[in-house]
């Protein structure tokens, strides 16, 4: 998001005696990015010529920003110009005969910002334009780990010379806001120094998150981590062994970030599972995996986490022992089987009987 330059070309409209009345002039907003130049417009909206007269700005009340009277200025000459603005501020010579006594500040610093007043004091009713100025400045904000053990780290989040001041928010991958230390301010007159700690528990990508609401403007800089014991094994039991197969389970607790759950056969190749049940428990996930073989291998759960690189597997041997009643594809086989003994049998009766003849003659047996 970029730094939103408001470039005022209206003219400004006089109160006249309305001014006397209580009504003060419009205040123009402006916001521009430190380095950048600013442009305060103020004009008659008479568009008198004012190239005899005399205008004056002040920043806050106070400040001599710039003087124009009767050709005289800070530029050739003339003294008593703020030092904060000395040979950063001109106007417009060739638009004075159109009323208009705008100036550009060049090279803004995040001092310039203020009230800043356009008065023509002799000039009757009296006139005065009105311009609040923001310079302002949205550093990238820095993420250093402080220090880190296995189950923990202890993140710093750091923002030098912003203005106006930001709020600084650790977030998580979800977006969520992770609970912080009382953030340490430094002010330099405008411009501010902050720093931010939080420590986290989980592995994940966190951000810190710079908000300067008054000028709309948001930045962040993120960060991983990885902390160990995120990435537990996977558990695989045999449920139960039936007539279709036998049903597996792989179980994986709180790992972080979420793995993928595969079962696999002895050869690699993926085994079709059942929908995981997948239980979030705020970034730490439980993975519940199912499936059903039928044939004697050994099988493979294996988790995986791409964004850590890792990969762990737990494997169980599966033996499928030959079903106790038959089944549909054993009857054919076992039937055959039978006849063929029973033909035997009644072929050995009939050569006993003597009836040797007809064996030579078997194919017309009956
Ligand atoms: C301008 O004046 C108003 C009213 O006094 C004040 O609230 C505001 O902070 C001033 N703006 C700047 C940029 O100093
Ligand atoms: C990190 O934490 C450990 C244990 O709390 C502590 O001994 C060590 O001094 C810390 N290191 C830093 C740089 O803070
Ligand atoms: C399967 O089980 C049977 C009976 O318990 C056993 O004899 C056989 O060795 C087992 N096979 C394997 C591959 O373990």
Known sequence: MELLAVVCLCLLTWSGTTFAAGNGPDVIKMVVKEGDDAILPCSLSTRENIVQELFD???????????????????????????????????FPDQLQFGDASIVIRNTKVTDSGNYTCDFPRLQPIRRGLIELVV????????????????????????????????????DSGGNMVPAKDPQV??????????????????????????????????????????NGAAPEPSVTILEQTNDGVLLQCVVKGASPKPQLQWQDSGGNMVPAKDPQVTDRGGSYDIILQTTVTKTDHYRCVATQEEINHQVYAETLVNVTAPETPTGWIVGPVL???????????????????????????????
């Open 186 to 227: 430094t002010d330099r007159g405008g411009s501010y120094d902050i720093i931010l700690q939080t420590t986290v528990t989980k592995t994940d990508h966190y951000r810190c998150v710079a908000t300067q609401e008054e000028i709309n403007h948001q930045v962040h800089a993120e960060t991983f981590v990885h902390l």
């Open 336 to 366: 055959g089987a039978f006849l063929v003994v029973v033909g035997a049998v009644v072929l050995l009766v009939l050569v006993k009987k003597g009836r040797i003849k007809l064996i030579s003659e078997k194919g017309r047996l009956e």
């Open 57 to 91: 700005w002040k920043r806050d009340g106070q400040k001599e920003v710039f003087m124009y009277d009767d050709g005289d200025q800070y530029n050739n000459g003339r003294t008593g110009q703020d030092e904060q603005f000395r040979g950063r501020v001109s106007h």
């Open 136 to 171: 302002g400045a949205s550093p990238k904000p820095s993420i250093i780990t402080l220090n880190q053990t296995k189950d923990w780290a202890l993140l710093q989040c750091e923002v030098q010379g912003a203005s106006p001041k930001p709020q600084l928010q650790w977030q």
